[in-house]
Each structure stands twice: as C-alpha cells, then as structure tokens.
C-alpha cells in the first residue's frame, strides 16, 4: 500500500535561513501531493498543492518540488521567520479515491530568532 | 473568510456513551470529511460525504460510526458506543472540488473517553 514518510521529526533553524521539509512516497506516483501546516491544538491549513506533471509551485515564501524520480517532495520556506514554526504536513491520495487524503506524520519546524 | 466551525471544542465522555460531533462547512462546499488524530500521531481520513451519501471511508469508520447531514447546513459525526481509543481530536473539513481540491479544516472538536 502507499506510505509517506516526512524525514524528520523535528527541525530548528535559524531566523532568516531557508527551511527545506522532505516529503517521501513509496509505490506509485500519486497525482497530485499537498502541504498543510497545522499549529499546536488546531486544523490543518492548506499551504500549496503540485501535480505530478509540474516540477515546482510557488507562492510567497513558499516553494515545492515534485521529482517523481526520486519519489520525493521538498518543501521550502524561504526567509524563515520565527512566526513560521509550526508543523508541516505532507498528504497524497493514497490508495484510496482522490477524496480520501493520507497525511504524513508532519514536521516540526522552530525557526529560531 | 468563510470558515468550517465545530462544536463543541471539547467533549468528555464515559466509555460507552453515545457521542454527536458537529460541524457547519463552507456553505458553497460539496464534499465533506471527517479526520481525526490520536494525541501525538497522523491525521487519518475517517469518511468523506457527498450528494448526501458517503463516498469513502476508512477501515476505522466501522459500524459504531455514522454521519449524516440532517439539514442544509450542518454535517454531524456520531459515535454510538464510545470506546477508551476513541479519544482523539476530530476534524471536520469541506472542499469544493472533489479531485485535488485543497480541504478547509475545522478547529476540531477534541474527544475524551473515560
């Protein structure tokens, strides 16, 4: 069945730093792969979405990859700032219907000032 | 900006009580979902709604599990027996699109069972 790994736990970076979150999937490519960042206690809110026939999204801050090759996703937030600390979440469809997300197990970023 | 809403925020419970979890998506939105999320652990797909009917679910969406959308606006989730391993937090989210669209969430409405 699909899975999908985010790398790290955890990660700390200074403020000011580019923060880079890694998103892996196993088996086949799925169509699209989306990033969430939910704070402590609260809903996922979602960030950007890139299809598999694009190699990089962008907005504001934010830029994704998509290499279907390596079966990986990057996340980067540019220009960190200590407001930015929070976890991110990585979600494909999964084995299921394009309605059924499966969520990696997030990363928390601490940007640090 | 239009948001999803959910109530109650927390819900304490006695093992075995029935349970009623409510949500008012984004009222243009024609799917519907709930998730939930163990203290510390993934966001799991629990069951997505549309057209008044469920379309997906997850093999957690067992028997004891059941939505429905009694009125134009809201979609309630219940627990009919609630057990320990319920507790969780549980969020409600809507999407206009079923394919690829991104899914507004709710503030989750976190559940302990005793």
């Known amino acids: 069945s699909q899975k999908i790994e985010q790398n790290s736990e955890a990660l700390n970076i200074q403020e000011g730093k580019t923060a880079t979150l890694t998103c892996n999937y196993t088996n086949y490519s799925p169509a699209y792969l989306q990033w969430y960042r939910q704070d402590p206690g609260r809903g996922p809110v979602f960030l950007l979405l890139?299809?598999?026939?694009?190699k990089e999204k962008r907005k504001e801050r934010l830029k994704v990859t998509f290499d279907t090759t390596l079966k990986q996703s990057l996340f980067h937030i540019t220009a960190s700032q200590p407001a930015d600390s929070a976890t991110y979440l990585c979600a494909n469809p999964g084995d299921g219907s394009a309605r059924q997300l499966t969520f990696g197990s997030g990363t928390q970023l601490t940007v640090l000032p | 900006e239009p948001e999803v809403t959910q109530t109650p925020s927390h819900q304490v419970t006695q093992m075995g009580q029935e349970v009623i979890l409510r949500c008012v998506p984004i009222?243009?939105?024609?799917?519907f979902y709930w998730y939930r999320q163990i203290l510390g652990q993934k966001v799991e797909f629990l069951v997505s709604?549309?057209?008044?009917?469920?379309?997906?679910k997850s093999e957690i969406f067992d028997d004891q599990f059941s939505v429905e959308r009694p009125d134009g606006s809201n979609f309630t989730l219940k627990i009919r027996s609630t057990k320990l391993e319920d507790s969780a937090m549980y969020f409600c989210?809507?999407?206009?699109?079923?394919?690829?669209?991104?899914?507004?969430f709710g503030e989750g409405s976190r559940l302990t069972v005793l």
């Open positions: 009222s243009n939105h024609l799917y």
């Open positions: 989210a809507s999407s206009d699109y079923g394919y690829t669209g991104e899914l507004f």
């Open positions: 709604f549309y057209n008044n009917e469920i379309s997906e």
């Open positions: 890139i299809r598999e026939n694009e």
